[in-house]
Structure formats: structure tokens, C-alpha cells
């Protein structure tokens, strides 16, 4: 146990760590998004997986807004079965930011902050952001419990409460909001042609106040339903089809003081496949994605971007490896890439336009996995730094060593820098 302790603290010191986390960084690592590959992250929008991944205590060290934890800022939770004590599986997690992106973010620019299923891991409620003090509530609390019906069917709920308080800059007049959502999964096994067929249902909505109470919200909601499957076509290939929609409503009318409101619905859609190499130690997986989303908005006083209609059509193609190299390391890559993508946009000034959104032109990403014990690290690379080391390996420091700064102060000597980071105890 030491010696492996002390065979990752080496690692660190030679790799270089400056810890970004988004939702997981093993699909960071992978350019994945979670309906594609088996993770712990499904349990965010499929309840009952919490069974699957019980006996966990998951890190999550950092999130998009705060960046490196510094002790204060990571959250986690974790899953505990009490099958035993016939309280099924039971999970806690706390203080989930509100908001959290994928590692397809950046592939496109979202006009009017549009942000579609595929950038997102999870959304505010009623997915938007335009008046901010609503919408930062971190997610105080996560619950979770989940069963088995018998041995072909599991059963998860999950309730979050967040709650948020914002002075807008330190003016008296405040957001005061709570966030509230209820979910429900069902797995099902043996479900022809599917192996696995999972399903799930959510409710969020959201109480704001503005100016001390006296302005109340007229409604915030959203509903979010899908399914996935999974299914063998031989020994070593496998498929996962998936489908997801999001509805969206937001009436601010009394607290903004005029007809604001927002809609939107999303749809996405599509597969991934999956082929194991090396006897089950590797997989290489591809997938296609289909997403929609549209929205319209009511602005006639112009204050938050003026009323709008908008449509945004993306089709993202993504390849990804995942390789167990020995017992404590594992190895991961992908990329993913817009093969399609238009956004449309009609305003209050009687333009109409049809562009491209493209921002990146590909993802690539890398990541990989150290394992000591109960322990596992999943982390994902900053390829940049990685890229940089390779382009300029030094003798006598090569690429493993070295303490060497550019212009910017970033350290171009270490191997690479993580991006981001998660460590889970299995128990």
C-alpha cells in the first residue's frame, strides 16, 4: 500500500497537476458524452443506476466555475448498498454546481446562450442563464434511493435541493431562489432486442424572488424524459441507441416588469458502438449524435438580448479509446467533431439569419486512470501542455522532468497538465 501511495505521489510530481473538473473526467478524457459509454455519471439522469455503482465514495475535486478546489469548492458524495438492512441502495451527494458543460462544449458558439443537450452534462432550470442572480443556485443536496423489483427491473428516485442568493453586484435588491427537482429511473434487463433498457423522467422547477420578496416568479420548469439501451451483437461488439428531450419554460413577467418570458424544447438522439480488444482490456467505440434545440423569447422592453426565435441543428461524429494497460493504469482518447451544424436566429429587428456556428473544429482529448488499492484517480490531459512537451523535449530533462516557464508563467518543463480529476474509494 505505501509503495503505491508513494508510486502516485511520484506521478504527480512528474506530471504536473492543475485540476479543472467538469462533470467526469473520465469522459473528458475521452470526448465522450455519458449516454455513449458505461459511467457513474449516468446516475444524473438515470436514478436506478446508482445500484450499479453502490459501496462508492466519488470526488470530485474542482468545477468549471471555481476552478481548483482549494478544499473549499470540490463536491461529491457518496452511494451506500442497505439492501441488507431493507433500505435498498442509498446515495448522498452535495453541493453539485447548477450548472455543469461536456466535453463537446466548444465545438460550437451557442447564440443567445443556447445551449444544446450535447454541451451539457446538466442545466439550470428552465435552461437559461440571461438573468443570472436566478440561476446560480449550487445543487445544496442530492438524494438518491433505489431498489430492485424482482430480477429483472430496478427502480431509483432522485430529489435535489439547491438554494441561491445573489445581490447583483452588491445593490440592496437581491435573487433569492431554490431550486427543486424530482427524477425517476427504471432499468430493465433482457428487454428483446436490448440486453439493458433504461428509461427516466424528471421534473425541476425553480421558486425566485426579487427585490427582497415583493416580486415573485410567474413560473420556471423543466422536464426532461429518455431512454437508452443497451445491446450485444456479438461477443465483442455491442451497440447503445439513446434519445433525450427537455422542455423548458421561464415567466419572469412580474419580477422583470414586462411580458419576459422563455421556451424551449431539445431532442437528442443517436448511437454509439463499442468493440473490445485485447480480450475485453480495451474497447474502441464511435458514435453519432443528432441534436436539436429551439427556443423562443419574449423581450419587448430589450432587456435581456430583446424577443428572439431561434434553431439550432448539430450532427457531431466521435471516435474514443479506452485501454487497461496493467493493473493500476489506465489509458484513454478520443475525438469529436461537428459534421453538421446551423443555427437560425430571427430577432425584434426583423432580421433573420442562418450561419454556422462552429467555434473548434475538432475535440481531441486524452486521459487516464491510476488505481492503488480502493483507490481510483480519473483524470484528463491538457493536451496543449501535452503537445508542447513533445515539440520541445530537452535532453537531460526529456519530457518527464523539468521546471522550465514560458512568457505566461506556465509551467512548459512537466510532462503535461491535468485538466481535470476525480477520485472514487471502492469499498
Given amino acids: ?42 446516475i444524473w439522469l438515470y436514478p436506478n443506476k446508482v445500484i450499479d455503482y453502490k459501496n462508492t465514495v466519488d470526488f470530485r475535486l474542482a468545477d468549471d466555475y471555481n476552478g481548483w478546489g482549494g478544499g473549499t469548492n470540490e463536491w461529491g458524495g457518496a452511494i451506500v448498498d442497505e439492501k441488507a438492512a431493507g433500505l435498498g441502495v442509498i446515495g448522498v451527494y ?45 445543487r445544496n443536496l442530492d438524494l438518491f434511493w433505489a431498489d430492485s423489483l424482482g430480477s429483472t427491473a430496478d427502480l431509483g428516485i432522485h430529489f435535489t435541493y439547491g438554494d ?8 440592496p435588491s437581491t435573487y433569492d431562489s431554490q431550486d427543486y427537482s424530482l427524477a425517476v429511473g427504471l432499468g430493465f434487463t433482457d ?66 416588469g414586462d411580458p419576459f ?15 473490445k480488444v485485447n480480450g475485453g482490456k480495451g474497447t474502441v467505440s464511435t458514435g453519432l449524435t443528432f441534436d436539436y434545440y429551439g427556443a423562443d423569447q419574449k423581450d419587448p422592453n430589450f432587456d435581456s438580448f430583446g424577443s428572439f426565435t431561434a434553431d439550432q441543428y448539430y450532427a457531431i461524429w466521435n471516435a474514443m479509446v479506452e485501454s487497461q494497460m496493467n493493473s493500476w493504469l489506465t489509458l484513454r482518447t478520443g475525438i469529436a467533431k461537428l459534421i453538421f451544424a446551423r443555427d437560425y436566429v430571427s430577432n425584434n429587428t426583423a432580421n433573420a439569419t442562418w450561419y454556422d456556428p462552429t467555434n473548434d473544429p475538432v475535440v481531441f482529448s486524452m486521459g487516464f486512470s491510476v488505481a492503488v488499492e480502493n483507490f481510483t484517480l480519473d483524470a484528463s490531459i491538457d493536451v496543449n501542455s501535452l503537445e508542447n512537451s513533445l ?37
Avoid at 265 to 272: I, K, N, R, T, V
Fill in 94 to 138: 452535495v453541493n453539485r454546481p447548477h450548472r455543469m458543460y461536456s466535453a463537446w462544449a466548444n465545438l460550437a458558439n451557442h447564440p443567445y446562450g443556447l445551449q444544446p443537450l450535447s454541451g451539457e452534462t446538466w442545466a439550470n432550470v428552465g435552461n437559461d442563464w440571461f438573468v443570472y442572480g436566478l440561476h446560480n443556485n449550487q
Fill in 391 to 427: 515539440a520541445n523535449i530537452q535532453p537531460g530533462n526529456g519530457i518527464f522532468f523539468g521546471s522550465d516557464y514560458n512568457e505566461n508563467n506556465n509551467n512548459v518543463g512537466a510532462m503535461f497538465q491535468v485538466a481535470t480529476a476525480d477520485l472514487k474509494y471502492k469499498f
Fill in 261 to 275: 418570458s422563455w421556451s424551449g424544447w431539445g431532442l437528442m438522439f443517436g448511437a454509439s458502438c463499442a468493440h
Fill in 164 to 171: 441561491g442568493l445573489d445581490n447583483q453586484g452588491g445593490f
Fill in 191 to 256: 428487454v428483446a432486442p436490448f440486453n439493458q433498457l433504461n428509461v427516466h423522467a424528471e421534473y425541476q422547477m425553480q421558486n425566485a424572488s426579487f427585490n427582497n420578496g415583493s416580486l415573485k416568479d410567474n413560473g420556471i420548469s423543466s422536464i426532461l424524459i429518455g431512454a437508452m439501451g443497451s445491446a450485444d451483437l456479438s461477443s465483442d461488439n455491442s451497440i447503445r441507441p439513446f434519445i433525450d428531450t427537455r422542455i423548458d419554460s421561464e415567466n419572469l413577467t412580474d419580477i422583470a
Fill in 1 to 42: 500500500m505505501k509503495k503505491g501511495l508513494l508510486m502516485l505521489l511520484a506521478g504527480f510530481m512528474a506530471l504536473g497537476v492543475a485540476v479543472k473538473a467538469s462533470a467526469s473526467a473520465r469522459l473528458d478524457g475521452m470526448a465522450a458524452d455519458v449516454r455513449q459509454v458505461e459511467d457513474i455519471d449516468l
